[in-house]
DNA sequence: CGACTATTGTGGATCGATCTACATTTTTCA
DNA sequence: TGAAAAATGTAGATCGATCCACAATAGTCG
């Protein structure tokens, strides 16, 4: 701090050789003599010096993937930045993460604060942005878009098959004799955007209906004291179901609060299914059933993708994570009246 | 992506105006008639141009702020993230992550990504890194250090009394009749660093001399699958202690799972205190007693030193948040034999 | 030995912004 | 009316890298 940062003229004039010369042994050019390189080397060692990735942006690409996510806690975005980290660990690609608040709005300025700063493609966790400004987005930068549904020809998707993840919850329960069974969704996007709990609340019906069960929709949003909130007040008009099917682990978590509070057991009361297989789903004291969709594997794979299009492709892809039902103690035979 | 991002040339060109008017329009400097700035806007909503930030970043300070954080699930470097975020969001700066992979090592690479793009200062939360490394980075770039205790005149630190939450700890399950009371330490960087981990382990040998109390320490990873590991190994070595006093409530909750395995009821054989308060202790799954540290105010607090340090202070300063004991249903009385 | 090719190193244009210094026009007001 | 002050706009240097074009030197071989 005390001095400024060193550039490479200084190491040039440290070394005795030209800014080019430098610049070469930098990047490994042709045309760099053992002696010089060795005379560099000790220069930079010397001075600590450092090449600012502002001026190499200037000219050249930055070999970076930005990563925008939603500052929400909950174990599945976690799942995924663990996946894109791994995945680029090993090859010449560094990751930047920009959060952002997750908030339906018209832009969204974690991608924009990325595009800004020229990384190359950016991978983008569940935006709530009105589904042509993705488009435009994305047809100016690399974009994979991962865990929403939209089609695009400019992006590619990393997606869960949700409606296939509903219907494996709401057959399991059925299977276990449950007739009243309520979906708490988190489905509160606006029009014109198809999130992935749009997805499982379509999945839902359908799968109810073919069932011949009668619907029985709650929306309420994603944190775990919001389901809670919404869970006790569906418990407080009476009637409970004998199931929650609940959009994501962290709402089902909420649920099992407000249920733990208003004096009933799981399952014997009510079961509950959620939805990510996070972390603490397996933990004894929850044993939560739930529909796993592979976070970890499908960062891993919004990584590739975004690597692919920086190479050469230009066609959209969608990638298809096929759900599993897990299933452990959080549900159970319905209670017959 | 089909032509490339238009500059503020191109901007220049469609208004009609000098590149350096652009720029005038831009940063709201002095010397721009309504007319001039009106055709300006215009001409930049058309082309959807904005600035590079890697050109801003040639001439002038790019208003960021930089965080790195290790790649580790777990509630507490989220409620960070959480607390810098907030705290950014209403000013001008933004915020940039960069994760770490979290293990000792010579350099840390996210603060060097950081620091190579240019960031004017750099949160970096638990970084297990040498100290005399930290040290001559913070000499370089504004720093602050959030969990860890290493004293420096180089950087700012945001700390817990990591000791008096210990013994915090210690007393509430010494007056509940404990005494044979093992500490789960996640105490595992090698010399030369202060964790926070090796402060509570010290905080928990001090108290335990202080009652008189038999020291019991068995060191292991933080992540529940290794609490998990350890417990399960330290049960099976039978004689198990009376209560746990685990480094973090993600370790606990690996204890937990292992106590419920071994069919040991909390707090009836066993009492458990965690370390974080973070959002799944308090759900009445786990009700875990733990000590609180606040981490989204102490990541206010690191977003607000960095703010600081950017603007004008440079001596160094140490902000201590005050533990407190959170008690819950997971400690109960020692039971007797 | 001389012509041709490799090797080694450098000068300077370039990327896209910012910002100083200055030129030109407009406004103010004695 | 005219001089000073204020407002408006522009030219061009600058930041720190990359990299093309080219010069100088060394090496090869018929």
Known sequence: ???????????????????????????????????????????????????????RAMRTATRTIGVAVPLLRGQFFADILDGVYEELDTGPYR??????????????????SLWDREVEA??????????SWLDSFAQRLPTVVVARHDASDHYDRVVNDDRAGAALAVEHL???GHRRITHLSHNVSGPGML??????????????RRLGLDLS????????????????????RGDPPTALFVGSDQGAFGSLRALSEHGLRVPD???????????FASHPRFSLTTIAQYG????????????????ARTEAREWVSQPALIERESTGPARLL
């Open 1 to 55: 701090m005390s001095s400024s940062r060193p550039t490479i003229s200084d190491v040039a004039a440290a070394a005795g050789v030209s800014r080019a010369a430098v610049s070469k042994v930098l990047r490994d050019a042709y045309g760099v003599s053992p002696r010089m390189r060795e005379r560099v080397e000790r220069a930079i060692a010397e001075l600590g010096y450092r090449p600012r990735e502002a001026a």
């Open 174 to 176: 059925a299977t276990l």
């Open 296 to 311: 970890t594997a499908m960062g891993r794979v919004a990584a590739d993708l975004a690597l692919e299009r920086i190479k």
């Open 269 to 279: 009361d009510v079961s509950v299914v959620g939805y990510d297989d996070t972390q």
């Open 195 to 208: 999130s992935p709990h749009a997805v499982r609340e379509a999945g839902y019906r359908e799968a109810m």
């Open 122 to 131: 950016v991978i983008v966790v569940s935006p709530k942005v009105r589904a």
């Open 95 to 112: 990751m930047l993460v920009s959060p952002f608040d997750h908030e339906t709005s018209e832009r969204n300025p974690g991608m924009e």
């Open 217 to 236: 929709v709650v929306t309420c949003g994603g944190s775990e004291a919001e389901t809670y909130r919404a869970t006790a007040a569906l418990l407080d």
